[in-house]
């Protein structure tokens, strides 16, 4: 077999195939494919489409901002900065991590890919992989972006192995929690790592010395935290019964104060915090009764941290008008105690009149529970309701005028205190002149923030809808663009052809209703 080889190797030159390592003097050596360049600016890799998996494939650990440059708020500014700041102090300190950022502002396919929905967006790619990037979620500060990406990389927490090796981490900053345990492998401990990882403003250790518990006198599995110093929160940790998000949850409120002030400044802060149930107090700080009244309320906070957020408003303050606005308080009404669930959007309201402590703990334990039933408000129809172009609905007279038989009627859902929804309210006029002679069209809008006419669950503005007239024909959603020709067309197009067939006239109820939503802009956002 050996001699086979060797004789029919001298035959393949003269059949005109080269030696593999033959090249004519003319030939060009083939050009390798040029990769896309990736530029940086302050430090964080400037990412596009092209480049993006080249940055992935050659980076371990990427920290990605998704932005949109055509609406840069100020916060979103803010976030960048430091964002940036934070890449250029890791930029030494641990070179595996390099952040980048990309724009995505007609990068509809990217924003699906990465499941993304609120912009600025931070996400955490590893090992060069597109899928499942981990969310970076209610991180904003230099420092803490600093320490999420670290405890991503490695340990989490800091293992303790002496007294003076704990009250170096309790004095180190304004917030510390150690987890005493009787053993470093259950899932309480799991779960105690997996918080830190999200809670980077604060330092996290744990120990399992009998010693160090003795001394801090911790006979059970227990969280406690530590504000300057002092401790201020014990949390016995038995295997299910708290989850990561619990703990994460209950972790993020010492953040704040256990009562916080509504302003500019800690509304941001007030909805980075995971916790849907948020009760405020609306009262003035310079009423004779404040103090009495403030004390009550932050007392009844203590039993409800972690499950509802507890916030105060100052009704004297002019910049909070939005906010009174958006809840319907009145000078008359103060003080006023709601419980807001940011899920559902559902408002409460607490029927005693006196701010106690027994009060608000029974107003807040019977929402938990189930019982207490959402806030339904609605305003009083103005006598003159239908005399302009537009017509004004409110609760009272909604299904009677939407669900009639003879009238096709395009209503606009709005909130006042929406600055989207008050730029198109002229818009809306216009439309409502245009139809104002139209035997068989109603234009008509509806202020959903002081009338509860929506189930439970819709929780964007604004939105449009059309009634058809007739007994079997169903509301049609309007998802086009936000013009007065557009909105013309679609009213002539839409009273001309019928609808789907939905259920009988009198049958037809708000409740079967709005089963599709448009997101233009959401109340929390606004309020921010």
């Known amino acids: 077999m050996k001699t086979h080889k060797f004789f029919f190797l001298p035959l393949l030159f003269p059949t005109g195939f080269p030696a593999a390592h033959s090249i004519s003097p003319n030939d060009k050596k083939p050009k390798k494919a040029k990769l896309p360049k990736i ?80 912009l600025p967006t931070v996400k955490f790619f590893v090992d060069g992989s597109r899928k499942d990037p981990i969310d970076c979620k209610r991180v904003r500060q230099a420092s803490a972006f600093i320490t999420w990406v670290k405890r991503r990389t490695g340990p989490s927490t800091v293992l303790i192995n002496s007294t003076d090796e704990a009250e170096a981490i309790i004095h180190a900053d304004n917030l510390a929690v150690i987890g005493f345990f009787k053993e470093l492998h259950n899932d309480s401990v799991e779960d105690f790592c997996e918080t830190a990882r999200d809670v980077p403003e604060m330092s996290f250790g744990m120990t399992a ?50 009562v916080t002030e509504y302003n500019l400044e800690t509304s941001v802060k007030i909805f980075d915090v995971p916790v849907e149930n948020h009760i405020l107090l609306f009262t003035p ?14 007392s009844a906070a203590m039993e409800f941290r972690g499950k509802i957020m507890f916030v105060s408003v100052d009704t004297n303050e002019t910049r909070n008008g939005r906010i009174f606005e958006y809840f319907r308080i009145r000078e008359v009404d103060l ?8 899920t559902s959007d559902a408002k409460y309201k607490m029927s005693a009149d006196e701010v106690t402590v027994e009060n608000i703990r029974e107003f807040c334990q019977s929402y938990l529970n189930g019982k ?21 609905l409110k609760k009272q007279d909604f299904n009677r005028i939407v669900f009639n038989k003879t009238m096709t009627v395009f209503v606009m859902f709005y ?34 923030s002081a009338n509860d006419i929506l189930p439970v669950g819709l929780d964007s503005y604004l939105f449009f809808r059309l009634f058809p007239a007739g007994l079997d024909y169903q509301e049609v959603a309007y998802a086009g663009e936000h013009t007065l020709e557009a909105f013309s067309e679609f009213s002539e197009a839409q009273s001309k052809t019928k609808a789907e067939p939905g259920e009988k006239g009198g049958n037809r109820g708000i409740k079967d209703n709005f089963s599709q939503k448009e997101t233009v802009i959401t109340e929390k956002e606004e309020l921010k």
């Not at 080249?54 to 650990?61: G, H, I, M, N, S």
């Not at 989207?420 to 234009?443: A, F, M, S, T, V």
Request: aromatic share 8%.
């Open 209 to 258: 010395s009998k010693d160090i518990c003795a001394n801090y006198s911790i006979q059970k599995n227990t969280l406690v935290v530590f504000k300057k110093g002092k401790p201020v929160h014990n949390e016995v940790l038995e295997d299910g019964r708290q989850n990561k998000l619990d703990l994460t949850r209950l972790m993020k409120t010492f953040t704040l104060d256990l």
């Open 39 to 118: 530029k940086k600016e302050k430090n964080v890799l400037s990412l596009k489409k092209s480049n993006f998996d080249r940055a992935l494939k050659e980076t371990q650990y990427l920290l990605v901002e998704f932005y949109v440059s055509l609406s840069q708020s100020s916060q979103s500014q803010t976030l960048s900065e430091e964002f940036a700041k934070a890449a250029r102090q890791l930029k030494k300190e641990a070179p595996r991590i390099l952040f980048g950022k990309i724009d995505v502002t007609h990068q509809y396919d990217s924003r699906k890919e990465f499941n993304i929905g609120e």
């Open 415 to 448: 909130a006042p205190w929406s600055y989207n929804c008050r730029k198109l309210l002229p818009i809306w006029d216009k439309l409502g002149e245009q139809y104002e002679n139209h035997k068989d069209i109603i234009i008509a809008k509806i202020d959903v």
């Open 335 to 342: 003080p006023a105690v709601r419980i807001l669930n940011l």
């Open 372 to 392: 207490a039933k959402p806030h339904r408000s609605s305003e009083e129809i103005p006598e003159e309701w239908d005399k302009m172009p537009v017509k004004v």
């Open 285 to 298: 700080t310079n009423s004779e009764m404040f103090n009495e009244i403030h004390e009550n309320y932050k």
